[in-house]
T-cell receptor, first 110, second 115 residues
Framework: RKEVEQDPGPFNVPEGATVAFNCTYS??????FFWYRQDCRKEPKLLMS???SGNEDGRFTAQLNRASQYISLLIRDSKLSDSATYLC???????????FGTGTRLTVIP | GAGVSQSPSNKVTEKGKDVELRCDPI?????LYWYRQSLGQGLEFLIY????????KSGLPSDRFSAERTGGSVSTLTIQRTQQEDSAVYLC?????????????FGPGTRLTVT
């Protein structure tokens, strides 16, 4: 079983829509969780860390459900510039590296 | 400030040749990571350096792959006797010590094509 699993999409949504992505992780002892954004042929960039209580950054809200071992990202009022691949990322306790999902592709349509 | 830099940005090599990829992390970042990303795949961890500690090489796919980090800063990833399946984007990342040590910042990558 993969460490991190995501629906690859693609998600095609109109401007202004709200869209949500989920991912699941296999290691219940994981402590650190992130969402990264990756534009086509570019490097991943940290979008936000995910905290136990959930956290919000502008139009973006991240939530963690430890009992079900899933992480979500909600994007409100989608912009064309939000079009990218969103990577769910987990750091299992004791691991030196991050484990990346394969990403969910989002396209925001005018 | 300056981000993570990598060179070359693109490398085309013939099967069987050796290649060296370079990473220059963000100044002050003690941790350095190498990943690779094949087309349509997620990032695959290769190796991790932290300060003067022994590197975590658990992700290296074969003994053709090696990496070193000199002076706690610049790192070089070497692939010997390249194979076509080595074609991928090789990404380097660094992170700072302390509370946000797991927030990694990536370089632009080196796109390696083995012909």
């Amino acid at each position: 079983r993969k460490e991190v699993e995501q629906d690859p999409g693609p998600f095609n949504v109109p401007e202004g829509a709200t869209v949500a992505f989920n991912c699941t992780y296999s290691n219940s002892a994981s402590q650190s969780f992130f969402w990264y954004r990756q534009d086509c042929r570019k490097e991943p960039k940290l979008l936000m860390s995910v905290y136990s209580s959930g956290n919000e950054d502008g139009r973006f809200t991240a939530q963690l459900n430890r009992a079900s071992q899933y992480i979500s990202l909600l994007i409100r009022d989608s912009k064309l510039s939000d079009s990218a691949t969103y990577l769910c990322v987990v750091n299992p306790t004791g691991a030196n590296n991050l484990f990346f999902g394969t990403g969910t592709r989002l396209t925001v349509i005018p | 400030g300056a981000g993570v830099s990598q060179s070359p940005s693109n490398k085309v090599t013939e099967k069987g040749k050796d290649v060296e990829l370079r990473c220059d992390p963000i100044s002050g970042h003690t941790a350095l990571y190498w990943y690779r990303q094949s087309l349509g795949q997620g990032l695959e961890f290769l190796i991790y350096f932290q300060g003067n500690s022994a590197p975590d090489k658990s992700g290296l796919p074969s003994d053709r792959f090696s990496a070193e980090r000199t002076g706690g800063s610049v790192s070089t990833l070497t692939i010997q006797r390249t194979q076509q399946e080595d074609s991928a984007v090789y990404l380097c990342a660094s992170s700072s010590p302390g509370r946000r040590s797991y927030e990694q910042y990536f370089g632009p990558g080196t796109r390696l094509t083995v012909t």
